[in-house]
């Protein structure tokens, strides 16, 4: 804004007679007073928003940290709430939320390159970025249903983490989707021309040159899906997590040949959300205090996600040279 | 050539995913109403460290009709139920010729419950009740007088069950005289506690929940006794009056359904002795009222001598007591 109304007042001077040079000045500073108060306005919406969330996240905290022990992280559901722990519903969230990664990140990058790079205009394109845009907005619980009749039933795949972990990937598939395309876009036109002027293909354009530079962008869509998916409960519900469950999924890692197992993806389960929801119900207030706990360790898992990825963003950014 | 690896690994891979299924550990799958899950949760957790983690037990809340859904489709061993079985879902059951045994495991009592400091209610009727809540109330009765002339001109405030929950199905049974049939101008939750803090704040408020949500905020809520028709007395809940009787019609029992075909289950067969043996003291535990120990040696035998069948016929009886429960004969 400063700069701006400076310009405008440099280029507009040599025209203006002199003694026009005290109003250019009180012109000036009217800008530079509603830009002031801009600014203002504009910091106290913001720290009202941070400071909603920060008292939101402090009474969950404060509730939830006398709660928050070893015990508390590695203790199955128990009817005794002070023995209660969340052991069964954390694994479960991670589980899940690496299927929905596996499953989700690929897809959506390469429906993202698709439609930037090599879909033509034509209505078919049309039809896709539509679809792509409204199923941003669809609620999560019809992606429950649909994931009910389809995966469940119809692939047979059960109430499995793995059907959990496909549901939640349709339904951040958008968002990925989304944010990647921007990331693309946002890479500028000359990377590309030079990328074809040196005789690059197509593709060895996207992958050496607009894939590793738009990284940071594509992250960050990741990662705002993510969040979105671990904080889930109406479709993981639909497709029928459970909600006492006092054992864990079989490990991936065994002893015999061939070393790794994908059994697992096959177990029941239950999550962080169905835990706190079933704790916030219960008529014994101890529970209440459970459930705050486990929000806090929600939180904890979104930020440790958050965190990984602005690292990684770091990492990527101080890797570009242009 | 990268068309031809995914077209090899994919089959293969699935096919590695599917062999993991084949060889899943033996479980007891219970799953229902969210009414019952406190108990069974309480049950589950203890016989799974009794049996040290050989047999397991999940427990999901589907509620009382989403479980009879899967319970009917042979997905789960035991459905939670805090209703009995309706007709229709008596034949989803018959037509994939899923037969089971019915076993009541505690009591349930609504509560009506009031302001603690509410001047005028000391009790009321069902008929009363019934003034209040019946669906030709809505938007007309909204004034404590208008029900009854001796309390005060004051607006009413009504907090309820959500209209998908069995508790909403009792109350409606039990006071208006059919299921489901309410006025709707009512702040209804799913979440009882919400209920809770909403009468605890409104001098002028009424609501109703299950007993144990009652028991936990004796110190926010008071319990408005209703008159028992036989006795022409007003009762007020507690375990005593509900074991007795006398709390009626407010209190029912609340059941499991074991599939007949996994009561030939040993883990299964275990599970369902273990409830029956533990279950007075459990569900004491989790704030619920138990039953007269000789009713859980019924359910005891009922699962020795496979007694199938419902005793209600797909219809839910108000006021039925347990004693009379156990001379009923069982139908399918």
């Given at each position: 804004?400063?700069?701006?109304?400076?310009?405008?007042?440099?280029?507009?001077?040599?025209?203006?007679?002199?003694?026009?040079?005290?109003?250019?000045?009180?012109?000036?500073?009217?800008?530079?007073?509603?830009?002031?108060?801009?600014?203002?306005?504009?910091?106290?919406?913001?720290?009202?928003?941070?400071?909603?969330?920060?008292?939101?996240?402090?009474?969950?905290?404060?509730?939830?940290?006398?709660?928050?022990?070893?015990?508390?992280?590695?203790?199955?559901?128990?009817?005794?709430?002070?023995?209660?722990?969340?052991?069964?519903?954390?694994?479960?969230?991670?589980?899940?939320?690496?299927?929905?990664?596996?499953?989700?990140?690929?897809?959506?990058?390469?429906?993202?390159?698709?439609?930037?790079?090599?879909?033509?205009?034509?209505?078919?394109?049309?039809?896709?970025?539509?679809?792509?845009?409204?199923?941003?907005?669809?609620?999560?619980?019809?992606?429950?249903?649909?994931?009910?009749?389809?995966?469940?039933?119809?692939?047979?795949?059960?109430?499995?983490?793995?059907?959990a972990g496909l549901t939640l990937a349709l339904l951040i598939l958008p968002i990925i989707i989304v944010s990647s395309r921007e990331a693309l876009r946002a890479v500028p036109i000359h990377i590309r021309e030079a990328a074809y002027g040196m005789g690059a293909t197509r593709w060895q354009m996207i992958s050496d040159h607009l894939l590793p530079y738009s990284r940071g962008g594509i992250l960050t869509g990741v990662i705002l899906g993510m969040a979105e998916a671990i904080g889930q409960t109406a479709p993981i519900i639909t497709i029928g997590a459970?909600?006492?469950?006092?054992?864990?999924?079989?490990?991936?890692?065994?002893?015999?040949?061939?070393?790794?197992?994908?059994?697992?993806?096959?177990?029941?389960?239950?999550?962080?959300?169905?835990?706190?929801?079933?704790?916030?119900?219960?008529?014994?207030?101890?529970?209440?205090?459970?459930?705050?706990?486990?929000?806090?360790?929600?939180?904890?898992?979104?930020?440790?996600?958050?965190?990984?990825?602005?690292?990684?963003?770091?990492?990527?950014?101080?890797?570009?040279?242009? | 050539?990268?068309?031809?690896?995914?077209?090899?690994?994919?089959?293969?891979?699935?096919?590695?995913?599917?062999?993991?299924?084949?060889?899943?550990?033996?479980?007891?799958?219970?799953?229902?109403?969210?009414?019952?899950?406190?108990?069974?949760?309480?049950?589950?957790?203890?016989?799974?460290?009794?049996?040290?983690?050989?047999?397991?037990?999940?427990?999901?809340?589907?509620?009382?009709?989403?479980?009879?859904?899967?319970?009917?489709?042979?997905?789960?061993?035991?459905?939670?139920?805090?209703?009995?079985?309706?007709?229709?879902?008596?034949?989803?059951?018959?037509?994939?010729?899923?037969?089971?045994?019915?076993?009541?495991?505690?009591?349930?009592?609504?509560?009506?419950?009031?302001?603690?400091?509410?001047?005028?209610?000391?009790?009321?009727?069902?008929?009363?009740?019934?003034?209040?809540?019946?669906?030709?109330?809505?938007?007309?009765?909204?004034?404590?007088?208008?029900?009854?002339?001796?309390?005060?001109?004051?607006?009413?405030?009504?907090?309820?069950?959500?209209?998908?929950?069995?508790?909403?199905?009792?109350?409606?049974?039990?006071?208006?005289?059919?299921?489901?049939?309410?006025?709707?101008?009512?702040?209804?939750?799913?979440?009882?506690?919400?209920?809770?803090?909403?009468?605890?704040?409104?001098?002028?408020?009424?609501?109703?929940?299950?007993?144990?949500?009652?028991?936990?905020?004796?110190?926010?809520?008071?319990?408005?006794?209703?008159?028992?028709?036989?006795?022409?007395?007003?009762?007020?809940?507690?375990?005593?009056?509900?074991?007795?009787g006398t709390y009626q019609p407010l209190s029912r029992p609340i059941f499991i359904y074991v599939n007949a075909k996994s009561a030939g289950r040993q883990d299964v067969k275990d599970f369902i002795g273990f409830l029956n043996n533990h279950a007075q003291r459990l569900v004491k535990d989790v704030k619920y009222v138990p039953l007269p120990p000789k009713a859980y040696t019924y359910n005891q035998e009922t699962l020795n001598k496979m007694r199938q069948g419902t005793k209600f016929g797909g219809e839910n009886k108000v006021g039925l007591t347990i004693?009379?429960?156990?001379?009923?004969?069982?139908?399918?």
């Open positions: 804004m400063n700069g701006m109304n400076m310009n405008t007042a440099t280029a507009s001077a040599p025209s203006a007679p002199l003694r026009d040079l005290g109003a250019m000045r009180a012109r000036i500073k009217s800008g530079i007073l509603r830009q002031q108060i801009f600014a203002i306005t504009g910091i106290l919406f913001t720290s009202f928003a941070v400071l909603v969330l920060l008292a939101a996240f402090l009474d969950l905290l404060f509730d939830g940290l006398p709660r928050l022990s070893w015990d508390f992280l590695t203790n199955f559901p128990s009817r005794r709430a002070e023995q209660a722990g969340i052991l069964s519903a954390w694994v479960g969230s991670a589980l899940v939320m690496l299927v929905t990664m596996l499953a989700a990140v690929p897809v959506a990058i390469g429906a993202a390159i698709y439609l930037e790079e090599y879909a033509g205009k034509n209505w078919f394109t049309d039809l896709i970025e539509i679809n792509v845009t409204n199923l941003a907005g669809v609620p999560s619980i019809v992606y429950g249903l649909l994931a009910l009749g389809l995966f469940v039933y119809h692939f047979g795949f059960g109430e499995s983490i793995l059907a459970l909600t006492f469950i006092a054992f864990l999924p079989p490990m991936p890692v065994t002893g015999e040949f061939p070393f790794l197992s994908l059994q697992w993806v096959w177990s029941e389960f239950t999550v962080l959300p169905i835990q706190m929801y079933n704790w916030v119900s219960r008529p014994d207030k101890a529970f209440q205090l459970n459930a705050a706990a486990a929000g806090v360790v929600l939180l904890a898992m979104t930020l440790m996600m958050n965190g990984l990825a602005i690292y990684l963003r770091y990492q990527v950014r101080k890797k570009i040279k242009w | 050539m990268t068309k031809l690896y995914i077209n090899r690994l994919l089959p293969g891979v699935l096919m590695g995913l599917a062999a993991g299924t084949l060889q899943a550990q033996q479980l007891v799958k219970v799953d229902g109403s969210s009414t019952v899950f406190p108990i069974i949760e309480a049950v589950a957790e203890d016989f799974q460290k009794s049996t040290k983690g050989k047999t397991r037990v999940t427990v999901g809340i589907s509620g009382t009709g989403g479980g009879f859904k899967k319970f009917c489709r042979g997905e789960t061993d035991v459905s939670n139920a805090s209703r009995p079985i309706t007709k229709r879902e008596m034949a989803e059951c018959a037509k994939m010729g899923i037969t089971y045994l019915e076993m009541p495991v505690a009591y349930d009592a609504l509560t009506i419950v009031i302001h603690p400091k509410n001047p005028f209610l000391k009790s009321a009727t069902v008929a009363e009740m019934k003034k209040l809540w019946e669906p030709g109330a809505q938007g007309k009765v909204t004034r404590w007088n208008q029900i009854n002339a001796a309390w005060p001109d004051a607006p009413i405030k009504l907090f309820g069950a959500g209209t998908d929950s069995g508790t909403f199905e009792y109350f409606t049974e039990a006071i208006v005289g059919k299921p489901k049939s309410s006025r709707g101008d009512y702040t209804a939750s799913e979440d009882d506690n919400v209920l809770v803090q909403g009468v605890a704040r409104d001098m002028n408020a009424i609501g109703y929940f299950g007993y144990a949500y009652f028991a936990e905020n004796r110190d926010k809520i008071r319990a408005l006794p209703i008159v028992n028709e036989k006795l022409g007395k007003a009762i007020e809940p507690s375990a005593e009056t509900v074991i007795n004693e009379e429960l156990m001379k009923m004969e069982a139908k399918l």
